[in-house]
Every structure is written in C-alpha cells, then in structure tokens.
C-alpha cells in the first residue's frame, strides 16, 4: 500500500495520547492525528501552553468534533504525574496508541536532578515514557494497541553504551541526550520481544523524525514562533533539514499504518528529511543486553514492573473498559 503523510486512513473513533503535544513534533503528530478523525490525549507539562496548542488544533482544523482533543497535565519529569496522569486516563476506557515523543532536546549543561532525584534527561526522555507506558498497558492491550517511542539518528553518530544512564560521572549534555536516545531506542524494541513472549496484543515500534527544526516550521500562536534570527540559521541548514511538521510524518505512520509491524524502525527517507520509510537502527540499540541492562534499571528507578500477564488477559478478553 502507498502511504500518503498528507493524507491518513480515516483514524474515527480511534484514541491516541501524545506526549510533550504542546510543542513541536508532538504538536503537529496531534494535529494529524486530529485531522484524520482521532481522538487524542494532548499531554504536557504546562497547562497554559496546552490550552495554546489545543485552540491551535481548533483553528487549524475547524471540522474536528469538539472533543476530539482533550488535554491532560503530564510532565514526564516527575514520577507523580506519570501516575496520576496514567490512573486519568485508564478510567476513560482502551487506547489505540501511545507516542512517547516528549523529550529535552538541549540539556542542561551540568548534571541536574528531578524531584524523585533522577538525572533530569534520562529522566525526562526515559524513565516517564517507561512508567507511563507500563502503567497503560492494560488499556493498550484492550485495544491491541500500540506504542511508539522516539529515537535519534545521533544514536549512529556517536553510540554511547549507557552502562552508566544516569550519568552519575561523566556527564556531558550531548552525552546525556544521546544516551537518552539509545535507551528509549533499545527499550522501545525490547518491549516488543516481551511483549510478544507474554501474548500480550501491542506493539512496540520506535520512529524517529530526522533533522527537524523550528526555523523551518510554520509559525502557529503559542505553538511556534521561531525568532527572525532562528529562522535565518535553521533555513540555511535547510538542505538536510525539514519542518517539525514533515518529521511528525514518521512518528504518525509508525502510530497508525497497519502494515508498521512491532520491533520496526521508521525515520525519514534521507534519514534527516523525507516521507517516512523502514530503517536500520544503530547496532547498539538493536543489542537485547544492552536493552536488557537498560530494562532494570528503568524498573528499579520507576517502581514500576510491566503488567505482562494482566495485560494479556485484558487483551485475550478484548474488553474495552
Ligand atoms: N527535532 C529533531 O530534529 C529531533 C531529532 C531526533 C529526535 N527528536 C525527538 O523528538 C522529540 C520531540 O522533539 P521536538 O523537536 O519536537 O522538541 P521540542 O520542539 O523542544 O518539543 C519538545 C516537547 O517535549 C515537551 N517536554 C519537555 N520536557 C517535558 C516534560 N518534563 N514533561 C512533558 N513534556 C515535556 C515540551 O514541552 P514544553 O513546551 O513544556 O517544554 C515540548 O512539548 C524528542 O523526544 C526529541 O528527542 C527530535
């Protein structure tokens, strides 16, 4: 089948949460999402900028049914709000999909902390999508659903080993967020093996966006307004870059293309721009003792173990409650 990003399948009465959807490439994945007749959960951290994004979404899509966007306060910095947001939207019913996009994308330049004292990329990037993925589980096997994490091509260019994820010595902020990348990469395809070794019916695919920047994206109110002087250094990177928009494209498809199977890799055709395609991942994050390495810790930092054999019940029962 070809696959048009400008163009979805009819997504009606399908349900999706983003993460990090006020801004950037979680934005725009929300707006196709929208588009294409979904629902979704637009989550983030700022109730404020969420408002802002979700009146963007109204004025860009005037045909969206008035609830087909509902926001939900979710920093994935704080373990608290992972919980609550999760707990919020187990009791509305099953899940199509989860886009695990939020994510720092320039990190502090010395190490720091969250309030649950996790280093604060990893525990942005990494652990909140590993919580909240774990906690909605059972909702995303009721609708053999499936889960989308987000990668980076800077894990070919520089593939760090995270033998230390938290960086607890050594820390650089390219380091920290290249880290961050391979793990959410190595665990987006060991969820998969788990996945498929309990029965349970979701999917785990990892996509990446290329080289997408703000200088080359449209300007939306209280969504994107790059500076003049933004504008002008991203568009002369703009051979190998795109809008925040076209590298939504991967993110989406790898969300809702029927024939993205668990364990896949999607980014751009170029790798830093194009229409979504199936891609090699780097070595490193195909390598399951690294993922295996990376799963423990998650769960040791997160408290939270998978609920494979729940997850596989409510998905065998099918039941959409
Ligand atoms: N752009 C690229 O070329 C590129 C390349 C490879 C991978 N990626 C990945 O794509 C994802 C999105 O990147 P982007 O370019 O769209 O970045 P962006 O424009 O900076 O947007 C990042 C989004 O994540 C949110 N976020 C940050 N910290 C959060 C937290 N603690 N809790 C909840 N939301 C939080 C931001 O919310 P606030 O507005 O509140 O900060 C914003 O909505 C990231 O995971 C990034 O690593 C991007």
């Known amino acids: 089948m070809t696959w048009d990003p400008r163009s979805l399948p009819d997504l009606s009465g399908r349900v999706y949460l983003v993460t990090g959807s006020n801004a950037g490439l979680g934005y725009f994945a929300s707006e196709q999402l929208v588009r294409a007749g979904a629902k979704v959960f637009m989550t983030g951290r700022h109730p404020n900028r969420l408002s802002a994004a979700r009146a963007a979404i109204r004025r860009r899509v005037p045909d969206a049914a008035p609830d087909a966007t509902e926001v939900l306060v979710l920093d994935t910095s704080n373990l608290g709000s992972v919980r609550s947001a999760a707990a919020s939207v187990r009791?509305?019913?099953?899940?199509?999909?989860?886009?695990?996009?939020?994510?720092?994308v320039h990190p502090p330049k010395t190490r720091e902390t969250t309030i649950d004292g996790h280093e604060v990329v990893f525990a942005t990037n990494v652990l909140g999508h590993f919580a909240l993925a774990?906690?909605?589980?059972?909702?995303?096997?009721?609708?053999?659903?499936?889960?989308?994490?987000?990668g980076s091509m800077s894990t070919s260019l520089t593939p760090y080993d995270p033998v230390d994820p938290q960086l607890v010595t050594g820390y650089t902020g390219w380091r920290a967020y290249v880290q961050s990348k391979v793990a959410t990469t190595a665990l987006g395809f060991e969820a998969d093996r788990r996945l498929r070794a309990a029965g349970v019916?979701?999917?785990?695919?990892?996509?990446?966006?290329?080289?997408s920047t703000s200088g080359r994206t449209p300007g939306i109110v209280g969504v994107n307004a790059p500076t003049k002087m933004t504008r002008f250094a991203d568009n002369l990177q703009g051979v190998v870059t795109q809008s925040k928009e076209h590298g939504a494209w991967s993110l989406v498809r790898a969300l809702v293309?029927?024939?993205?199977?668990?364990?896949e890799f999607w980014g751009p055709r170029?790798?830093?721009?194009?229409?979504?395609?199936?891609?090699?991942?780097?070595?490193i994050t195909r390598d399951p003792e690294v993922a295996a390495r990376l799963w423990a810790a998650s769960e040791a930092a997160t408290g939270v173990a998978w609920p494979f054999a729940q997850a596989a019940r409510a998905g065998s029962a099918g039941h959409r409650d």
């Open 201 to 211: 019916p979701v999917s785990s695919v990892v996509a990446h966006p290329g080289y």
């Open 91 to 104: 009791g509305r019913g099953p899940l199509d999909g989860l886009l695990l996009n939020a994510g720092i």
């Open 134 to 150: 774990g906690e909605l589980l059972g909702v995303l096997a009721a609708a053999s659903g499936r889960m989308v994490w987000v």
């Open 257 to 263: 293309d029927p024939e993205v199977h668990g364990g």
């Open 270 to 283: 170029t790798v830093a721009r194009g229409e979504p395609r199936r891609q090699p991942a780097s070595r």
